[in-house]
């Protein structure tokens, strides 16, 4: 901690001021000293909460390694699921997150971006507008039991002969109902802070609103965007309870073949196993805990990549 | 769709506005305008703020169109076509009615796609790089920033930036530039700069400025109209305006005493 203001000393020499401006200064209590303590207050509140934070985060990710790091070796990612311990694998449970995250990032990026885009560009402020907006803010709130609810009635029962039913892709577009109004509020604040004078250049040189989006306003936002995007399939890939209610099973000994394939997911294989009494599984979960966080790693360096990328370009 | 007409020699006036009315919701912004633009000249707008001088501006090229509340009543002609029908289309007007903004606001990509934007989305067919060079020799940027027409738009100085934008207009072919204060965010020799600029383009484009600066309406432009604003029953501000003539009468012997107040300082 270092705080660089200067503090007033015992001592130091004290402005002067002429003629009846004292008089009149004496009106003025500046109370420094009291001022400045009140700074370090705040900033060693604000150190402390830094660091207990970091300090939670950092014992959480000892703890998993020491439970996780025993267990965790090719035969970890490469082996099935099994009864025996020893035998237990990740491979489906990696597979399976895998598939839906693609399904989740495929439907989600432009069904999300381009409500965004017509909301914040097209629509007029009508009734009909605000009611939508409204709806969307309230749906960001809801638990994500509730979507897995939905996803059950519409996607497996509803429009089961489509989707497969407890499938890869109904539990991709569960996952792309709970993330989208987080990925549309997002988007439209991205799309907020382009500034109006990037619009008006751009029709008073007589193009488009479609040219004058495509071009100028979607660019400038993507970095926006893509942090949204971030956040939200961070929050997709380690949901639970949507796809338990769905009814993803747990025990699968085979990768997905194709979206209407039944699968499981990272999330629930580590759930199955935490909920099991043997040590030994207790560990494979913290194994499989480190897999999930490396996954959600490099899916976010990746993202990071691309927002960089469109941040050097302008 | 009706085609606009191109440039005819018979008429002098680029622009007829009659009996021009500007409402934003129900307010009465700007009340019955009656001005002649002529051709190949410079006209200024002054008056002091809210008088509405940049809302008439905008009706020339219907950037009034993308405010969802605004209204236009009355006739504006371009080149004897009444620009609000139904039949003329704005992005097609645009191209031919160029503007130039009070902020500097270039596209956040290299100088050379700043330029290109306007000619590639209007189906331009010739050279780019050509017409890149012309377009920022018109604007005298050219020798500034020939090496490094890769760099963003954004790496220029403001008074650069601002002609980078008047190089984005003219690339287009526009027949009118309307200018909404474009020196305002510039210093004194930026903006000396864009003014010796002007004349340059008084020969082949008819300019309309909107200024606070008095000095540069006095030095730069052929007509200049003098808006004000009076105080409305509902509390508002309504514009008009007071006068219109050549630069010199208007800044020497004005017909209106609200005018001759205004030129010479006395409010505003």
Known sequence: ?314 | MAQISGTTTLTQAAFQAEKLSVYYGSTLAVKDVFLEIPQNLIVSFIGPSGCGKSTVLRCFNRMNDLIPSARVDGRITFNGQDIYDKRIDAVELRRRVGMVFQRPNPFPKSIYQNIAFGARINGYQGDMDELVERSLKGAALWDEVKDKLKESGLSLSGGQQQRLCIARAIAIEPEVILMDEPCSALDPISTLRVEELMQELKQKYTIIIVTHNMQQASRTSDYTAFFNAKATDQGGKMGYLVEYDRTEVIFQQPAQQSTQEYVSGRFG
């Open chain 1, 1 to 314: 901690m270092n705080i660089n203001e200067p503090s007033p000393r015992d001592g130091a020499p004290v402005l002067t001021e002429p003629g009846d401006r004292p008089q009149r200064a004496a009106l003025f209590q500046p109370n420094l000293s009291g001022r400045y303590t009140l700074d370090r207050i705040f900033a060693c509140f604000a150190w402390g909460a830094t660091a207990l934070a970091v300090a939670i985060l950092a014992w959480l990710l000892l703890t998993i390694l020491i439970d996780g790091i025993g267990t965790l070796n090719w035969n970890f990612i490469d082996s099935f699921a099994s009864r025996r311990a020893e035998r237990a694998g990740i491979k489906a449970a990696l597979a399976g997150t895998l598939w839906v995250m693609g399904v989740v990032a495929v439907f989600s990026f432009p069904l999300g971006v381009g409500a965004g885009i017509f909301l914040e560009e097209f629509s007029e402020d009508n009734w009909f507008t605000r009611l939508v907006e409204i709806n969307i803010s309230n749906l960001a709130g809801v638990p994500s039991i509730i979507y897995g609810l939905l996803g059950l009635a519409a996607f497996v029962r509803l429009l089961g002969p489509i989707t497969g039913g407890r499938s890869v892709l109904t539990g991709g577009l569960t996952l792309v109902l709970l993330i989208l109004p987080v990925i549309i509020v997002s988007t439209r604040e991205a799309l907020r802070t382009v500034p109006d004078g990037i619009r008006a250049a751009g029709f008073a040189l007589g193009a488009t609103r479609w040219q004058v989006i495509w071009n100028h306003i979607l660019p400038a936002a993507m970095p926006g965007i893509l942090t949204g995007m971030i956040l939200s399939l961070s929050r997709a890939i380690g949901e639970t309870a949507p796809l338990l209610a769905i009814g993803a099973a747990s025990f699968i000994a085979f990768t997905p073949d194709g979206l209407g394939s039944s699968f499981t997911a990272l999330p629930i294989q580590i759930y199955d196993w935490v909920g099991r009494p043997q040590k030994e599984f207790h560990d494979l979960a913290a194994s499989g805990i480190i897999v999930l966080m490396t996954v959600l790693l490099l899916m976010n360096a990746g993202a990071i990549y691309l927002r960089n990328r469109f941040q050097q370009t302008r």
